[in-house]
């Protein structure tokens, strides 16, 4: 049988061409006029997510 695609999961991370699994910023919901300006422009980036943690977004992303 065909294998499912996580949907929550499809939504929240995105995978780069190579393989690379990316994810938002925290904090980015209210408070921000207290942050230091380096810091806002920083949490515009995704970051990627570690070795283990991006293993288990593959596993549950049939797809990618």
């Known amino acids: 049988m065909k294998q499912k695609t996580r949907k929550a999961v499809s ?5 780069t061409k ?4 990316f994810r938002r ?6 408070g921000n006029s207290k942050e230091t300006g380096s810091f806002r422009r920083k949490k515009r980036r995704d970051i990627e997510l ?5 293993a288990n977004v593959l596993r549950a992303l049939p797809n990618a």
Do not use: R
């Open 18 to 21: 190579t393989g690379k699994v």
């Open 11 to 15: 939504k929240k991370f995105t995978i």
């Open 50 to 54: 570690n070795k283990t943690d991006s």
């Open 25 to 30: 910023y925290t904090k980015q919901n209210h």
